[in-house]
Every structure is written in C-alpha cells, then in structure tokens.
C-alpha cells in the first residue's frame, strides 16, 4: 500500500481559527487532497520535522504583524524549503497587499471557494 504522503496531494493548513481550519480541511479533503491542519506556524515546523516527504503545499494564514509567521517563513528559507515547498498565504490582514518573501501567493480572506481551490490546484507541487 502506498503511503497516502508520498501522493502529490498532500497539504498542510495552518490556520488559527479552529472552525476555519477544520472548513478548509474538510473542503481539501472533499476535493481529494490528504490534509494535515495545525493551529500555528510552530506546530507546523514540528510537523513538517517528522514528516518523511513534504507536502504539495502549506496554506498559512498569515498576519503581517505576527512574528511567529515570519519566523516560519524565514526558518523553511534558511533550510532551502522554499524551492520545494510552496506556500501560499491566506489573510485578512489590510495591511498585507502584496505576497510576502518565502510566499508563492496571497489570497485575501474571506475567499471563494472556486479561487482558493485554484489557487491550490495552481501552486501546489507535483513531486
């Protein structure tokens, strides 16, 4: 049996609010990606230290001011992530306009359904 991580289609959503975490994941999932979900950018670097193949894609909800989520983006730069692992930002922050260093997009929230699908559909790597 193949390992449901080695497929092309695993994401991972890091989201802090739980009700939009668990909507986004159960979204991912009905359109046929495995989707790992954690809560902050740090639960995120532990899960992708025990991973044994990184995801397609990380979904990070991102807050300009949030240095938790700047330290996630400089820590995947700082380990050479960024080339292989995309991610793209989700935000309501007004102050965000453009997509962040370490960042393959930027999406605002609330977002459609159909654009965030293909987005993901878009940035996601095909290993």
Same mark, same amino acid.
């Given at each position: ?11 991972? $959503? ?9 909507? /986004? ?12 979900? !954690? ?7 532990? !899960?992708?230290?025990? /991973? ?5 894609? !990380? ?11 700047? @330290? ?14 995309? $991610? ?15 960042? !393959? ?6 977002? @459609?359904?159909? $654009? ?12």
């Amino acid at each position: 049996m193949v390992d449901a991580l080695d497929k092309p289609s695993t994401l991972l $959503v890091v989201e802090s609010y739980d009700d939009l975490r668990e909507a /986004l994941a159960a979204l991912l999932v009905l359109e046929g990606y495995t989707v790992l979900s !954690v809560a902050t950018a740090t639960q995120a670097l532990d !899960v992708l230290a025990r /991973l044994p193949h990184i995801p397609s894609l !990380v979904l990070l909800s991102l807050m300009l001011r949030n240095p938790e989520d700047q @330290r996630f983006l400089s820590r995947l730069r700082s380990l050479d992530l960024t080339s292989r692992l995309p $991610v793209l930002a989700l935000t309501a922050d007004p102050d965000l306009q453009a997509p962040p260093a370490g960042t !393959v997009g930027l999406l605002g929230k609330p977002v @459609r359904t159909e $654009v965030l699908l293909a987005a993901v559909d878009r940035y996601r790597t095909r290993h």
